[in-house]
């Protein structure tokens, strides 16, 4: 245990840069101020809190950069950043909290790569644990950076202290006076100032430690971070164009047959379903979306299998690899298109659904991949690991600001409207976002799906900054048009196929 971790230790060394030169009075500030944004606006929802807390975050990282010498206009690093806000805008749009999660969770990533500014795949993949590794390095290095100001300034602490009392105290005084001289700002004041109790102080505390420690290590990253780069994999041996093409052409011919079936089918309408398959449209859509989906997959683990053992003997053998992997590539596309118009033909048959809209995305996100590895055959691999992780991160942010949930209700509703079928129980289950997609429903549909929503939402009672606009949306019209009280058994509805609980008019 001891000497793997020295190790590892040892081995993250070579990779590191000089460490970080004194903590600088602007880091520590904004660090400062990330954690009292997260002790005051982090509490119960998720908003436009999450984008405030991270202006100061990133001001810590771009003053620590700045500091070591870092600070360089490249295009990429500003992508990163820029792009990384610009994920945070999904929480303040969208109610839902999948979206939401997904959103952060890249924007983490792409925070990760702007910090360590990395090119190749070791980086893209890794640089996330660069932060990890500068959590408690990133404490550390503030602390000492504090303790060596706190000896220079000690004469300047009393007078500080005066000064924020006596400015606390003013605020605190003339606010209580306002608030009981105006019901109206009153109102205003108790949205504005987070509601707090000695109760809370410990989660309180934790949100001003995780704020705090989380500025420091993107502090620390980016003044001293973890070259990625540096890492270097051993290539895998050449083999030779016969061994390495056969399996290969043999592939390809295997999926040209399968094609060709596909195509015939897929676009040769229902008749042609049932004739060449004896099946339903939702039943063969049903049977094959997950086989081709993990056949993607496997495809691409194919190509990296091949370019790690593809022969290196010279051009001959470059063109040969071009045009073995091109064709591959170009066949699964077809595989990409056939998966994209199962999944069309079963929510056609049965509704959309979270999971149905998700494994779509996935898929045609895994289309794009394929596309930028067959310009990468083309152009050069040298931009590649970082064009499929901006391609990650705009699907992730126009999943989000696509609303999904209001996308499944916008869908299911047409379908009732043509097919009077309605998956109930389900629609419950969506966020605010579904709400003005399910507001067109006739009654009394329309108050057996919303009144369970409205009574989810609940009376407003967060503070301005952790509600999204989405949830703003679907009170707005709750309230213009409340759900009515529905009789006994109005709202129970039938299965269809044994897969949904559906209400049929």
Request: aromatic content about 8%; some cysteine; glycine content about 10%.
């Amino acid at each position: 245990m001891g000497a793997g971790a020295y190790a590892h230790d040892l081995w993250l060394t070579d990779l590191r840069r000089e460490p970080p030169s004194t903590v600088g009075t602007a880091v520590l500030w904004a660090a400062l101020a990330t954690g009292v944004l997260s002790t005051v606006l982090l509490d119960e929802g998720v908003g436009v809190n999450l984008f405030l807390v991270a202006l100061p975050a990133t001001l810590t990282a771009y003053f620590a950069a700045r500091r070591a010498g870092r600070v360089q206009a490249r295009p990429w690093t500003l992508a990163w950043g820029i792009g990384g806000l610009a994920l945070l805008l999904v929480p303040v749009l969208r109610a839902a909290q999948w979206p939401s999660f997904l959103a952060v969770a890249t924007a983490i990533g792409l925070a990760s790569l702007a910090l360590h500014d990395s090119r190749s795949w070791a980086g893209v993949v890794l640089s996330p644990f660069g932060l990890v590794d500068s959590l408690f390095k990133g404490a550390a290095w503030g602390w000492r950076g504090v303790r060596a100001r706190a000896g220079k300034a000690s004469d300047n602490v009393g007078s500080v202290l005066r000064a924020l009392a006596v400015t606390a105290v003013l605020l605190l005084v003339f606010g209580a006076l306002f608030a009981g001289a105006d019901a109206a700002f009153a109102d205003l004041l108790s949205r504005l100032v987070p509601d707090t109790s000695v109760g809370d102080g410990p989660w309180h505390l934790l949100l001003f430690a995780l704020g705090l420690l989380g500025a420091l290590a993107a502090a620390h990253t980016a003044a001293a971070p973890l070259q990625w780069d540096r890492y270097k994999p051993s290539p895998g041996s050449a083999r030779g164009r016969g061994e390495w093409a056969l399996p290969l052409l043999l592939l390809c011919v295997l999926f040209a047959v399968f094609n060709v079936i596909q195509l015939t089918v897929l676009f040769g309408g229902y008749e042609a379903v049932l004739d060449k398959t004896g099946q339903t449209y939702s039943e063969y859509a049903r049977q094959g979306f997950w086989q081709l989906l993990i056949a993607t997959l496997l495809t691409l683990l194919v190509i990296v299998l091949a370019l790690r053992w593809a022969p290196r003997g010279g051009p001959g053998d470059r063109n040969l690899v071009r045009g073995v992997l091109g064709t591959l590539c170009a066949l699964t596309l077809i595989v990409v298109a056939s998966a994209v118009r199962r999944m069309d033909m079963y929510v056609e048959a049965y509704g959309l659904t979270r999971l149905r809209i998700s494994v779509v995305t996935v898929e045609l996100w895994l289309g794009l991949v394929i596309l930028l590895i067959m310009v990468a055959g083309i152009r050069g691999a040298r931009r590649l690991p970082r064009a499929v992780a901006a391609s990650a991160a705009v699907g992730a942010l126009a999943f989000g600001l696509a609303s999904p949930d209001g996308l499944i209700a916008e869908n299911n509703v047409r379908r009732y409207e043509k097919t009077h079928k309605f998956d109930l129980d389900y629609a419950r289950g969506l966020s605010a976002d579904a709400v003005p997609a399910l507001d067109r429903l006739e009654e009394p549909m329309r108050s057996c799906v919303l009144g369970p929503l409205a009574e989810e939402l609940g009376p407003a009672t967060a503070s301005w900054y952790e509600i999204s606009w989405g949830e703003v949306r679907a009170r707005r019209i709750l309230e213009e048009r409340p759900p009515v009280t529905t009789g006994p058994g109005t709202c129970v509805g039938s299965g269809e196929n044994g897969e949904n609980s559906e209400y049929h008019r």
